[in-house]
């Protein structure tokens, strides 16, 4: 299977403004590119990238006042498969747990394992070890909150969401983070690309989307609490313990997002251009810090 992605994102600034962005297709999908575009920029500036404390590629470069543009297209290959379940795998006991991998079980920005703590013991602490007790968190985040590009909000935190039972995808997966981690269960964020492939068209079709990893049997599992099955053509780009560590823009000074267009969809069923679509505004302030 061959996806078509990219991304066309413009920003206002009142001042030269320096950027990060982490909108580098990760590592462990490079070779999967079959051809792409550079990241170009408009005013044209330079840029260069280094990798982050979690392995992921951070492109920096300095925004001139105005407007700035960036735009990135590329094909990558897929295998078609959905995201690997595994209902045998068990959780491994912190004593065991890889050093590099016990990070992952502590609070975070957005992850307040300390309020939570007494919460996902009431409620998960008789459930069976290993991926049972992680599928019924995702159950219990899927039900409790309703998704909304409204509910969109920067600051809301897993706490809030479990309180306001509203929010988009980041709130989703740092609910379920935040509760694994209670449970001494190791959970990471996750940023990339999904497309409406394999499901039923939808009116608003996804593209950026956020879900979680969790580490099982000695390795990382994909969960999506947003919507709670396997899917294909996931296209990861960043990780780390939330938001916080993989905005998608950073920016060191203030900005209005003025464009964002995002695409990713099977190649075959769409030969032509890539159908770009717009994103609110208030549904961008949600992935851009």
Same mark, same amino acid.
């Given at each position: ?5 990219? !991304? ?20 462990? $999908? ?44 590329? =094909? ?27 990070? !992952?079980?502590?609070?975070? $920005? ?14 998960? +602490? ?23 590009? +409204? ?14 039972? =509203? ?50 049997? +000695?390795?990382? !599992? ?8 396997? $899917?294909?053509?996931?296209? =990861? ?24 267009? =995002? ?27």
């Amino acid at each position: 299977m061959l996806i078509r992605l990219g !991304y066309e994102i413009a920003i206002e600034c009142q001042q030269q403004t320096p950027i990060i962005s982490l909108l580098e297709i990760h590592e462990e $999908r490079q070779a999967d590119i079959k051809r792409q575009t550079r990241v170009l920029t408009s005013p044209s500036v330079p840029s260069s990238v280094y990798n982050d404390r979690y392995g992921n590629a951070c492109r920096r470069f300095s925004a001139p006042a105005g407007t700035f543009r960036i735009l990135y297209d590329a =094909v990558v290959e897929d295998s078609g498969e959905p995201d690997e379940v595994n209902t045998l795998a068990k959780e491994t006991p912190v004593d065991d747990l890889p050093p590099d991998v016990l990070g !992952y079980l502590l609070g975070s $920005r957005y992850c307040e394992t300390d309020h939570m703590s007494g919460l996902a013991w009431s409620l998960f +602490g008789h459930m069976p070890p290993g991926w049972a007790r992680v599928q019924a968190i995702v159950d219990y985040v899927h039900n409790r909150l309703s998704f909304g590009y +409204g509910y969109a909000r920067s600051t809301r935190t897993a706490a809030q969401a479990h309180e306001e039972q =509203v929010g988009v995808c980041r709130d989703f997966a740092h609910l379920a983070i935040t509760l694994c981690r209670c449970m001494n269960i190791p959970a990471r964020y996750v940023n990339g690309y999904l497309g409406d492939i394999g499901v039923p068209a939808d009116p608003a079709p996804m593209d950026f989307s956020a879900w979680m990893e969790v580490f099982l049997d +000695g390795k990382w !599992y994909t969960f999506d609490p947003r919507h709670n099955k396997a $899917r294909i053509g996931r296209v =990861v780009l960043a990780r780390g313990r939330d938001a916080t560590d993989v905005p998608l823009l950073h920016s060191f000074g203030p900005h209005n997002l003025s464009l964002f267009k =995002v695409w990713t969809y099977e190649q075959e069923s769409h030969p032509a251009k890539p159908p770009l679509h717009g994103i609110d505004r208030t549904v961008g302030a949600q992935i851009l810090a």
